[in-house]
């Protein structure tokens, strides 16, 4: 199992991290677009056709993209504060019990964000016509799917890896936080 869990955990990150590189290049892309809209505009130009539309359709496929890495660093608002009352042993078994139904919930959201994404693809779905909106969803398809596997990847650590043999020990000498440890 140990094998497979290290093959997981660097799959999950490097994956993580990629996409996490296209959505900081999309931010890019997005704010030179509007910064030469604002140009344009300013210059009696016009402005860039449709900068609103793929702004939109950009803005999600942004936010979808990085929530894996986002997962991998622990950097999503959470409950910190609140199992870090708890004795570490507790924690654990905490995280656990709320990683299983979060894993399952966010399986469900991959199914379905998924099935939106084909159906969109097979019809080159558009925004009024002019702004493809398939890319959009099939990038947060691939999201959704980057943050399963990172929490499933999370999961098996607490289950199986290294933070496993440490369940029954009682609270860091450091004061490390559960996240520390996985």
């Known amino acids: 199992m140990t094998r497979v869990l290290q093959f997981l955990r660097a799959t999950s990150r490097y994956?993580?991290?990629s996409v996490a590189v296209l959505s900081g290049l999309g931010v890019v892309v997005l704010v030179v677009m509007?910064?030469?809209n604002i140009l344009l505009r300013n210059s009696g130009e016009g402005g860039v056709p449709d900068v609103v539309g793929w702004g939109e359709v950009g803005v999600a496929a942004i936010a979808y993209l990085?929530?894996?890495y986002a997962q991998h660093l622990d950097s999503h608002v959470s409950t910190v504060v609140v199992v870090?009352?708890?004795?570490?042993?507790?924690?654990?078994?905490?995280k656990v019990f709320w990683m299983v139904p979060v894993c399952l919930l966010v399986l469900w959201m991959g199914v379905e964000t998924a099935r939106e994404a084909i159906d969109s693809i097979s019809v080159r779905e558009a925004r009024m016509g002019a702004v493809p909106?398939?890319?959009a969803?099939?990038?947060i398809a691939v999201g959704v799917w980057l943050l399963f596997l990172e929490l499933l990847v999370?999961?098996?650590d607490l289950l199986f890896g290294p933070a496993r043999a440490n369940w029954s020990a009682a609270a860091e000498p450091d004061g490390s936080q559960l996240s520390d440890a996985v």
């Open 137 to 139: 969803k099939a990038a």
């Open 15 to 17: 994956l993580a991290v």
């Open 154 to 156: 999370q999961l098996l």
């Open 66 to 68: 990085g929530l894996a």
């Open 133 to 135: 909106i398939w890319p």
């Open 84 to 94: 870090r009352m708890l004795p570490r042993r507790l924690q654990r078994y905490v």
């Open 34 to 36: 509007t910064l030469l």
